[in-house]
């Protein structure tokens, strides 16, 4: 079993429409949770971290769910540049070596 | 702040050759960088931890005889692909992690894509 697993997507959303995903971790001693942004050959970028009480940015919200081992990221009023692939991502503690998941691809079109 | 650059950017090279990418913090100081491999369509692979001054920590599956790695000062690391073979062309990004108390995040480079001919 994956680390960290997500589901590959894609996900076509039309623009405007709220759109949420999953993320599944199998270490039940990971601290640290963060979704990043991927963009088509480029690096990852941090999209925001994760906490327990969950958190909100703008249009993303994440949520931590220990006792089930996940967590979920919600994007409302989808934007066309918010089309890329989605990193889930875990450590054991904040700036420990990070575990990726394999990525959702988001599609926001027209 | 937090900026983390890798040169070169694109490296298209023989079967055989050796290619080095370089990694720097820009604005910080780097205690622990991180290699990372990405083939494509996959996620990111942790290869190695690179902390300044030591030898690199390689994970499981990694060759370290063949992929050398130097962190040399606290604001640059350096992997070296020796002896390259197409199977080796992929996407390697760094990161970097500041000292204790700063940029306890890791910051990522803009990745280097290496193709083997």
């Known amino acids: 079993r994956k680390e960290v697993e997500q589901d590959p997507g894609p996900f076509n959303v039309p623009e405007g429409a709220t759109v949420a995903f999953n993320c599944t971790y199998s270490?039940?001693?990971?601290?640290?949770f963060f979704w990043y942004r991927q963009d088509c050959r480029k690096e990852p970028k941090l999209l925001m971290s994760?906490?327990?009480s969950g958190n909100e940015d703008g249009r993303f919200t994440a949520q931590l769910n220990r006792a089930s081992q996940y967590i979920s990221l919600l994007i409302r009023d989808s934007k066309l540049s918010d089309s890329a692939t989605y990193l889930c991502v875990v450590a054991k503690a904040a700036g420990n070596k990070l575990t990726f998941g394999g990525g959702t691809r988001v599609l926001v079109k027209p | 702040g937090a900026v983390v650059s890798q040169h070169p950017s694109r490296v298209i090279c023989k079967s055989g050759t050796s290619v080095k990418i370089e990694c720097r913090s820009l604005d910080f100081q780097a205690t622990t960088m991180f290699w990372y491999r990405q083939f494509p369509k996959k996620s990111l692979m942790l290869m190695a931890t690179?902390?300044?001054?030591?030898?690199?920590?390689?994970e499981q599956g990694v060759e370290k005889d063949k992929f050398l790695i130097n962190h040399a000062s606290l604001t640059l690391s350096t992997l070296t692909v020796t002896s390259a073979h197409p199977e080796d062309s992929s996407f390697y990004i760094c990161?970097?992690?500041?000292?204790?108390?700063?940029?306890?995040?890791?910051?990522f480079g803009p990745g280097t894509r290496l193709t083997v001919l």
């Open positions: 994760v906490y327990s």
């Open positions: 990161s970097a992690r500041g000292l204790s108390g700063t940029y306890n995040e890791q910051f």
């Open positions: 270490n039940s001693a990971s601290q640290s």
């Open positions: 690179s902390n300044e001054g030591s030898k690199a920590t390689y």
